[in-house]
């Protein structure tokens, strides 16, 4: 919970204070002589300057803000220094966290507060003993009079939007199948106002989505097609902005099976589908004026009973025929289907996201979104920027005609692998064919989930895309 207290006396008070400063008074700070030059002597620099004071049971830092001039640089310091202050919070079990800035920095003190949040997610459902383990932090008081209640709330439904993507994904395929992912949108759908519609096998049969049909062949649980779609009364586009998530709820590569220890973490392949759903709630919640829908084809990849093979051909929604190769490329089949039944919609933009190819967390490993455009590069450049200023980057890759014949088939329209050179560009180009609108193409497969921890991103699901695709709403709207 956040609070907004622009009276409270942080020293009288028994819990972490952080005090974010850009120049030191001591003047300002009823510290002790014997403190006030210990900071000063910690501090010449004042610049990204953590310094920590536990007098008795109060804990307090001091945080120097950088004076760098790259402001998305700054900014994410404070998260990150925010991270280090919510671990100390837990090492002291520390209930109650005061943000006091003493220099009107609004940004930073959000960041900060930002931080701190992201940091302290647990996942913990399946711990016998919960209550020992559990994060103790429960209230964060901001003091700044340059932060109003909007400021506050709108963080606290990115945080709260960004905890049910990690839940999400972290879950595991016994308690999250696309019946069960089914359930929990229709929860968070009519928790926040969305409207949400989802198709079951019989009407994804009646509607020949070939792609999602063959992949779920191999599967004891039904595929589920769900359309999710945020429509305010006064939304500012007359065409809707269409997000497109990939839900596959486990991968074994199918009859191309994952070898090694390469399946152990394919409960995170409905990345995609988790951060363009929570996007939505977020950009419900914070009741952003834009016309947003979003398309989540789910199943699991799995090699039984009658699942598909290599060399088998299938027809997809749109007509297109392709060859099958690899079952383990089964993400963009799916996708593809839901790239085609957008075209309804008559979209003014279409982003999909996705956990896709291995290829694209190998180029740039887990510190960004691999992207490519077809007619929305200026979609784009504003999705970089959002991506600069939430710290979760693009990192654009060629989108040359060069590389269609690596998809062309000789006995089909399409194949699904282009070989193996740049196939994260091949896997983007595949699904490129089942466009005619601004397109967008996001690959999260590297930065989607952590098996160590990174600052704030945490272990595990870092829930990326939420706040990234949230803030490009917001660019979108202004």
Known sequence: MIKLDNNL?????????????????????????DIIRFIESKSETKSDELIEVLILDQYTALYFCSNDKDNNRRIEKCRRAGDKIQ????????KTTIIHSTSLLKNETLAFAEGIMLGAYQFI??????????????????????????????????????????????????????VKLADRLTEMAKACGLGIEILNKKQIESLRMGGLLTVNYGSV?????????????HSMNKQPIVLVGKGITYDTGGLN????????????????????????????LNNIPLHVIALIPATDNRPNGNAMV????????????????????????????????????????????????????????????VAMQQNASQFLEMLKQAGDQTN?????????EDYDN????????????????????????????????????LDIAGPVFLNKRDSYRCSGATGVGVRILSRMAELLAQ
């Open 9 to 33: 006396q942080t020293t009288h008070l028994s819990a972490a204070n952080i005090f974010i400063l850009t120049e030191w008074d001591p003047t300002q700070h009823s510290f002790s002589n």
């Open 87 to 94: 671990q100390k919070v837990l090492e002291l079990k520390i």
């Open 125 to 178: 459902p399946f711990q016998s003993d919960k209550t020992k383990k559990q994060h103790p932090l429960e209230t964060i008081i901001i003091q700044n009079v340059a932060i109003g209640q909007t400021e506050t709330e709108k963080l606290s439904n990115t945080i709260k939007s960004v905890y049910l993507c990690r839940d999400l994904v972290n879950l595991p395929v016994n308690h999250l199948n696309t």
């Open 221 to 233: 649980d039904p595929p589920v097609f769900i359309i999710l779609e945020f429509k305010p009364k």
């Open 257 to 284: 099976l994952k070898t090694g220890n390469f399946m152990d973490d394919m409960k995170l392949d409905m990345g995609g589908a988790a951060a363009v759903a929570t996007s939505l709630q977020n950009i419900a």
């Open 310 to 369: 290599s060399g088998d051909v299938i027809t997809m929604f749109d007509g297109t025929t392709v060859e099958v190769l690899n079952t383990d490329a089964e993400g963009r089949l799916i996708l593809a289907d839901a790239l085609a039944w957008a075209k309804q919609y008559n979209p003014m933009l279409v982003i999909d996201m996705a956990t896709l190819t291995g290829a694209a967390a190998r180029a740039i490993g887990s510190h960004g979104i």
């Open 392 to 400: 979760e980057k693009i990192a654009e890759f060629p989108f040359w």
């Open 406 to 441: 690596q998809i062309k088939s000789e006995i089909a329209d399409l194949k699904n692998i282009g070989g193996v050179e740049a196939g994260a560009i091949t896997a983007g180009k595949f699904l490129a064919h089942f466009t005619n609108y601004p397109y967008i193409h």
